[in-house]
Structures are given as structure tokens and as C-alpha cells.
């Protein structure tokens, strides 16, 4: 079950100024459960599971501006993320909980855990999404999963320089290839779940650098953030009230 909960907060955790996309994109979220993996639950089960530990969601908001992003999972708990360019590093906030997990975002990774680098493969096949004909490559993680990015350069152009320094979940490199932000990610673990985001909506307007912002932060407990840096290589801090 945790390696469940680790895949969707990996997910959700885990994209020229004049040219680079700056909008709102909506996907919606499905997933998908291989029965004879899953604890001999069903399916339906598994997402009573998530919907009670508030990880289950359905639809995730992407705000994009000159290198930042902000993600609204509409999971139970709000979870918010917030990239910001000018110091590297990733935000996630939840509804209700006065801490902040912050992480590096020169990291490729929230774990500390060392996994190898996945080979990157171009396919040949074509998939229409939001009626683009979109290419697609794929991260092999070495039989521990798999992650399928499709995109069409032309649509939802990119800067990759923009995120230059964003080596968490290989973002800078897939931005490198596809010189835009993907219009369908599917990931799997290890044949055990699959999760597909698939655009649904897009609109290129401005958006305001309040966006972005960060509330007021403290730093938390001593003991617990050592606990959080030894477990994940991640700072956390608390929220001023």
C-alpha cells in the first residue's frame, strides 16, 4: 500500500519568455489497478482506501509563468505545489496542516533512496489528445516502473531553460525533447497501478506572480525536521500564523 501512496505523491510532486507557454492547464486523473497485485483487493476497494487516507483525486489544475508552476490537486487534503524558478526548490502544502515539505529541486528525487537513472526512449507511435497528434517518450525505470510523456512541440511550447535546474522527477531533460509541457502523462509501478493524467482543458492568459507566493514560514521543530531530513533529504518548516 505505501508503495501506492509514494507513486501518487511522486506524481503529484511529479515540466523563450515570449514563447514559452504562460496559462492554465486541467487534466482529469484515472486510475487504473492490476487485480492480481493489489492485496487481493478490489478496485473498488483501492480507491475507498485512497479516498479515506485523502490521496484519491480526480482532476489536477497546472498553473504555468517564466518558469514557475503551481499544482492543485483536488484530492480531500487540497494538496497545493508551488515550484518556484528563482530558488529552485518545490512546496507542498496541505489543506489543514500547518507544515511545508520543501524540496530541492536540484534533486532527482523527494526519497533519499538511490534508484538508477532510467533510460529514455522516443516511440514511434502517434495518440491524439485534445485533437493534437502528439509523439510520446517513455522513462524506463529498469522493471520498476514506467513513465510515458506525449506531447506536440507545437502545442504548449516550452522553454526548457526555464527549468534548467529542475532535475527532480528528469523534468528539465523531458522539457529538453519535447519542448513542451505534456498534453498526457501515463505512470505505472512495477505492473501494481497505473495513473493517467490526460488533458481536458487549456487557456493561455496571464497569470498573476501572486500565483506563486509562499506564505510566511518558520522553521519547525528541531527533532522533527532532522526526522524528515534523515527520511526524505527534505526540509520542513511550519506556517506563521
Same mark, same amino acid.
Given at each position: 500500500?505505501? +508503495?501506492?501512496?509514494?507513486?501518487?505523491?511522486?506524481?503529484?510532486? *511529479?515540466?523563450?519568455?515570449?514563447?514559452? %507557454? /504562460?496559462? =492554465?492547464?486541467?487534466? =482529469?486523473?484515472? %486510475?487504473?489497478?492490476?487485480?492480481?497485485?493489489?492485496?487481493?483487493?478490489?478496485?473498488?476497494?483501492?480507491?475507498?482506501?485512497?479516498?479515506?487516507?485523502? &490521496?484519491? %483525486?480526480?482532476?489536477? #489544475? #497546472?498553473?504555468?509563468?517564466?518558469?514557475?508552476? /503551481? *499544482?492543485? #490537486?483536488?484530492?480531500?487534503?487540497?494538496?497545493?505545489?508551488?515550484? =518556484?524558478?528563482?530558488?529552485?526548490?518545490?512546496?507542498?502544502?496541505?489543506?489543514?496542516?500547518?507544515?511545508?515539505?520543501?524540496?530541492?529541486?536540484?534533486?532527482?528525487?523527494?526519497?533519499?533512496? &538511490?534508484?538508477?537513472?532510467? /533510460? %529514455?526512449?522516443?516511440?514511434?507511435?502517434?495518440?491524439?489528445?485534445?485533437?493534437?497528434?502528439?509523439?510520446?517518450?517513455?522513462?524506463?525505470?529498469?522493471?520498476?516502473? =514506467?513513465?510515458?510523456?506525449?506531447?506536440?512541440?507545437?502545442?504548449? +511550447?516550452?522553454?526548457?531553460?526555464?527549468?534548467?535546474?529542475?532535475? @527532480?522527477? @528528469?523534468?528539465?531533460?523531458?522539457?529538453? $525533447?519535447?519542448?513542451?509541457?505534456?498534453?498526457?502523462?501515463?505512470?505505472?509501478?512495477?505492473?501494481?497501478?497505473? $495513473?493517467?493524467?490526460?488533458? #481536458?482543458? @487549456?487557456?493561455?492568459?496571464? $497569470?498573476?506572480?501572486?500565483?506563486?507566493?509562499?506564505? *510566511?514560514?518558520?522553521?519547525? &521543530?528541531?527533532?522533527?525536521?532532522?526526522?524528515?531530513?534523515?527520511?526524505?533529504?527534505? &526540509?520542513?518548516?511550519? $506556517?506563521?500564523?
Amino acid at each position: 500500500m505505501n +508503495k501506492i501512496i509514494i507513486l501518487i505523491f511522486l506524481i503529484i510532486t *511529479k515540466f523563450s519568455f515570449g514563447q514559452s %507557454f /504562460e496559462g =492554465k492547464l486541467t487534466y =482529469k486523473v484515472e %486510475f487504473s489497478f492490476n487485480m492480481d497485485s493489489s492485496f487481493g483487493l478490489s478496485e473498488k476497494d483501492m480507491i475507498e482506501h485512497m479516498k479515506k487516507s485523502g &490521496e484519491y %483525486f480526480d482532476t489536477i #489544475v #497546472v498553473n504555468i509563468k517564466n518558469g514557475n508552476y /503551481e *499544482k492543485l #490537486v483536488n484530492s480531500s487534503n487540497s494538496k497545493r505545489i508551488v515550484y =518556484k524558478s528563482d530558488i529552485n526548490k518545490i512546496y507542498t502544502f496541505d489543506k489543514g496542516f500547518e507544515y511545508v515539505l520543501i524540496a530541492n529541486a536540484k534533486n532527482y528525487s523527494s526519497s533519499k533512496m &538511490e534508484f538508477e537513472k532510467p /533510460e %529514455f526512449i522516443k516511440n514511434d507511435s502517434i495518440v491524439s489528445v485534445m485533437g493534437k497528434d502528439c509523439k510520446s517518450i517513455t522513462l524506463d525505470w529498469n522493471g520498476l516502473g =514506467k513513465e510515458t510523456y506525449y506531447y506536440n512541440d507545437t502545442f504548449l +511550447k516550452i522553454d526548457s531553460e526555464l527549468f534548467k535546474s529542475h532535475n @527532480y522527477e @528528469y523534468l528539465n531533460k523531458i522539457l529538453t $525533447i519535447t519542448k513542451s509541457y505534456p498534453a498526457q502523462i501515463n505512470k505505472s509501478l512495477n505492473k501494481l497501478i497505473e $495513473i493517467r493524467m490526460i488533458l #481536458v482543458d @487549456y487557456s493561455k492568459e496571464e $497569470i498573476n506572480d501572486s500565483v506563486f507566493e509562499i506564505p *510566511k514560514l518558520k522553521p519547525a &521543530e528541531k527533532e522533527y525536521a532532522e526526522i524528515i531530513m534523515e527520511t526524505t533529504g527534505n &526540509e520542513v518548516m511550519r $506556517i506563521k500564523n
